[in-house]
């Protein structure tokens, strides 16, 4: 039925009314001079019905002798609506226009998404790509995938493996990261493991190469810990890289005193503007200033499908330099976190066996700290080779 | 007259006879109007011959051999094409004349 009243609609068709007279036989001279008669009703001795427009033409004989007279109530159908809006040139320009910026911008890329990515940010791939032609408004048909794969991952040396799938007007990247390969150290370059802080040794632990301290030797920064010079069985040495741990008991000290007065940039006023974005476009509502401003970049989407439009939204923040003077008790609370937040730096990766703090009138935090930590630093062998000198005879 | 009528009561019987033997049906070898009734809401008649009776609350159809008379409410003729009808409308009762 809904196709039948699709064709109906496209060829068009009458409805009108027919009174006085024989109904009946009205419609039974309609049906003999083969005309198509739908939603026939009869109230009051008025018969409303439809029929198509060749038809409506041949009903009159029906009608003149059935003794009806007919009236057309209403015209249907598109060849009405076109003879109506004949003259409207502006809708038909309008709907031509329409249709031909839906066949143009169908062809563009307008979405381009990346997946597949973990560490590599999505704007670096992004960038690398635009700088190969594929970017938003960009024909499709005129992006040669192939060689823009291939140069793309040539530049792109963090990834191992890329592909570009085009779907009208969408764009979607799809990478796999490549694997590190772990760094191979160099065990050809004879070192010794030095000391790197003054400390009492605690643990030695030679992995590679002699050890030439004791547990318990107190050394200065710089002395031989490890030694990188093998003796073999033979009685002759050879040359290595040394390696171990060497744990050694170090003193530490650190002090910390927030200024009184201090230069500082105050936010004063802060004011948003707005961009909108259509497809390559950028439209500013207002003035924008770059300078002390953020953007955030918000797009529609629907149905996991990123539109080419959207807003971006600037916040421009004004800031004035102030000369900031503390209170002592903010001074002391500041000066408390400081010393502490470098604490936390500083002692990270070491063990502390004992700490003393102290803090005097001037709100100043000092600390001194016993620390068991490791010592061993690499320090590369200065080596000469000897030079053979071969001596001719005369 | 009274001849007449025996001739054709005798053909019916006949035809009768026939489709019911080779298992035909009825309406194509006895030239019955064929009707299919969808609740009280729809009739499509197949052999319409003509429009005896309409009105809001009777349609009265001319099939050759019968006259079908349907009686509702908000009696419309949907289609009226060749011999075939389809009527809607809330229909009460539906009657057979010879």
Known sequence: MLFLNFVRFLLGYVSFTARGGFPERFINLCRLNKIILWDLKNSEAVISACTDCAS??????????????????????????LERHKRRIGVVAGALFCAAVILILSTRIWSIDVIGNLSVPPEKILGTFEELGVKKGVSASRIDIKSTEFAALQRLNELSWLNINISGSKAVIEVREAVESPEIDGDNVPADIVAARDGIITIIRPFNGTAEQEIGNAVVKGDLLISGIEENGDLTVSFCKAKGYVVARTSRSMKYIQPEKFIAAKPISSKKRFILNFLSFEIPLGKIKTENSYSEKSEIIINGVTLPAGIIRCVETVYEEKEITLSAERRKMLSFLRFTDMCAEEFRYLEVENAEISVNESGEFSGAFTCLENIGKEHPMQLEEAEHEETADP | MRKRKCRDDRGDRIMDSISRNLDLPTDTVSGYAHMEISGNREVILEGCKGVLEYSDCVIAMNTGRLT???????MTIISMQGSQAIIKGTITSIEFCN
């Open chain 1, 56 to 81: 409506y033409k041949k009903i009159r004989s029906a009608a003149r002798k059935s003794g009806m007279r007919v009236r057309v109530r209403k015209k249907h159908g598109l060849p009405f609506f």
């Open chain 2, 68 to 74: 079908v008379r349907l009686c509702g409410c908000d």
